[in-house]
C-alpha cells in the first residue's frame, strides 16, 4: 500500500488566502453531498494537487518534487500510484533526444550543399 503525501496542517487549518479556504469548504461540502467516500476524496485532491503543480512545472518532477515538498522518487512513486500520464501533464512537447537531434542535424548538412549546387 502506497503512502499518502502528507500536507502541512497548518496549511490546510490556516490558508493564506480566506477565499482559498472557502472554496475549499465548498468544495469539500459538494463532495461530501454527493457521497463521495473520504479516501476517493482524499485520492482526487492527491491527484489534482500532484497534476496541477506537475503541470505548472511542465512535467519537471525534479521540480515538482521540490514544490511538494517531497523527495523525488516520492513523486515518482505518487505518479505511479495516482495513475498520472506525465506526458499528457506538459504543456511544451520535450525536445528530441541528443541522439535525434545529431541525425536530425546530419541530415540537414547532407542536404544543405545539394541546395547551393541546385541555385548555381
Do not use: C, W
Request: charge should be positive; hydrophobic fraction near 35%; charged fraction near 35%.
Amino acid at each position: 500500500m502506497s503512502q499518502p503525501l502528507i500536507f502541512s496542517v497548518r496549511f490546510l487549518t490556516r490558508p493564506r488566502d480566506p477565499a482559498v479556504k472557502e472554496e475549499l469548504e465548498r468544495l469539500v461540502l459538494s463532495m461530501y453531498r454527493s457521497g463521495l467516500k473520504y479516501s476517493e476524496a482524499v485520492r482526487e485532491f492527491q491527484r489534482t494537487f500532484v497534476a496541477t503543480v506537475l503541470r505548472e512545472t511542465n512535467g519537471n518532477q525534479v521540480r515538482a518534487a521540490k514544490r511538494l515538498d517531497i523527495h523525488r522518487n516520492t513523486l515518482r512513486r505518487q505518479i505511479h500510484d495516482l495513475r498520472l500520464d506525465i506526458k499528457t501533464l506538459r504543456l511544451v512537447p520535450r525536445r528530441p533526444a541528443l541522439s535525434e537531434r545529431l541525425v536530425e542535424q546530419k541530415t540537414k548538412r547532407a542536404t544543405a550543399p545539394e541546395a547551393t549546387r541546385r541555385s548555381s
